[in-house]
């Protein structure tokens, strides 16, 4: 077993801060936060926060990141199954669907984040980055869905990412609204675009 570092045990405490302000930050959202407010909302204090991050910035594009990256993680492990067209097409439904309904107000803070990287600058490489991920994401199921169909994709990867993107980000707005239909129109959204997507 690798001896643990002093980096290695500094990270886990970055890791372990930025999960207890996961919740504030999707809480109260990127304008309404600083690093004293999240504190205020977790059992640590303001100087142990900026101590292993220097600013506001820097804690909600390490907990996006980490966010999404364990989102992908776990969407992309609940489609490896699929034998079928059809099948890959209903587990990513229910992938985002289920995504999606457990947790909307981290996704809000995705969208929030994104739209802030408009105004700063210093959150444009971050989220450039995780965009990627997402669209790569996106794509590999569309193609292994245009494999299983026997055809290929009809559209560029860019493309595929904003009508999934589009399709998720309403079924948010929806859901936060309080409307019961969201979910399972998400869900039947995304099953009625794959066979769109190739020909």
């Not at 900026?50 to 776990?74: G, N, P, S």
Request: charged share 30%; hydrophobic share 45%; net charge negative.
């Amino acid at each position: 077993m690798r001896r643990r570092t002093p980096a290695d045990k500094f990270e886990d405490r970055r890791r372990e801060l930025a999960d207890a302000a996961l919740l504030a930050l999707a809480d109260l959202g990127y304008a309404r936060t600083s690093l004293r407010t999240i504190a205020e909302h977790t059992k640590f204090s303001h100087g142990l926060l900026h101590y292993y991050f220097a600013d506001k910035v820097e804690l909600i594009t390490y907990c996006v990141r980490r966010y999404k990256a364990a989102c992908v993680q776990r969407y992309e492990g609940g489609v490896g199954e699929a034998a079928t067209a059809a099948e890959l097409a209903a587990a990513c439904a229910d992938g985002l669907a289920t995504a999606l309904g457990e947790a909307p107000l981290m996704h809000r803070m995705w969208y929030d984040l994104r739209t802030q990287s408009l105004f700063e600058p210093a959150f444009r490489e971050d989220v450039a980055e995780i965009d990627d991920s997402l669209r790569d994401m996106i794509w590999r199921n569309v193609s292994a869905y245009a494999g299983l169909a026997g055809a290929e994709p009809t559209c560029s990867e860019a493309d595929a990412y904003a009508l999934f993107d589009g399709l998720f980000q309403q079924a948010l707005l929806r859901h936060l609204a309080g409307e019961e239909t969201a979910l399972d129109d998400l869900r039947r959204g995304v099953r009625e675009l794959f066979p769109r997507l190739v020909g």
